[in-house]
């Protein structure tokens, strides 16, 4: 699959001229990016050019100095950088979902219990979370590991297992910060393909930040970053 995912799909994501500083240092400089469903963005760029603060500032977690970031979702279009902090952390735990390179799963918990944690949060019965967790679990070729403890588990099923746990709940918009680095290359394939496939099957966006040409090719479209701004950002053709 390279660079085939629909392109028409409705805006749900805008960064419109957004700066961020971190003491006498730029992160972003007025960058203006929109992500639409349906497809997956690739930011690319210099380590220190601002890939992961625009991805933290889109995802809700750093805001800005200035600009606005909206998103489209089940409340309709909100200024993420408007909302409490409290409202903005409900959001992504109820519409957003993150896969970062190293995972974060939790060792003292199981395959199943790791995917089921959003759920949980959102409320879920313990026994229904972990029945959907152990579904999914199955859908990403991890059947039959859900008691297995992470620790257990290779690198490249750590990471299905993270992918598993950002798409459990349905969510609108995956975040992916290098999913792909710490994996070899046969597996980093595997994982990238299960990401574009849920992508395309669920109609999500996905944003995604990566070092490597190659993986930011199979994506549908690729910005590229330097010194804060966002230097271009075309459409991937196959």
């Known amino acids: 699959m390279v660079g085939d995912q629909p392109t028409n799909g409705r805006q749900v994501l805008r960064a419109s001229s957004v700066f961020k500083s ?3 240092t730029a992160a972003l400089q007025g960058v203006t990016l929109e992500v639409r469903a349906g497809e997956s963005l690739a930011v690319m760029g210099p380590s220190g050019c601002g890939k992961s603060t625009l991805l933290q500032t889109l995802a809700g977690i750093t805001l800005p ?7 489209a979702g089940q409340e309709g279009v909100q200024n993420l950088v408007l909302l ?8 992504r735990a109820r519409e957003f979902g ?23 949060v959102d409320r879920l019965s313990p026994s229904d979370a972990i029945a959907r967790a152990g579904q999914l679990l199955a859908q990403v070729g991890l059947g039959g590991l859900d ?6 588990l290779s690198g ?12 459990v709940s349905n969510a609108s918009v995956v975040f992916a910060d290098e999913p792909t680095g710490a994996l070899d290359s046969h ?7 299960l990401l574009l496939a849920s992508t395309v099957r669920q109609h999500r966006a996905l944003v995604m930040v990566t070092h490597d040409e190659s993986v930011a090719r199979r994506c549908s479209r690729i910005a ?10 075309v459409r991937v053709t196959s």
């Open 224 to 233: 590229r970053m330097s010194d804060g701004r966002v230097i271009s950002d």
């Open 156 to 167: 490249g099923q750590a990471q299905r297992i993270a992918i598993a746990r950002a798409i």
């Open 65 to 71: 100095n200035a600009g606005e970031v909206t998103y």
């Open 98 to 120: 993150f896969v970062f390179q190293q995972g974060l799963l939790l060792d003292e918990l199981n395959a199943a219990e790791n995917v089921a944690v959003p759920l949980m």
């Open 22 to 24: 971190y003491g006498d």
């Open 187 to 193: 597996t980093a394939g595997d994982v990238l393909e």
């Open 84 to 91: 409490d902090d409290e409202t903005r952390a409900a959001l």
């Open 147 to 152: 008691d297995r403890r992470i620790g257990q």
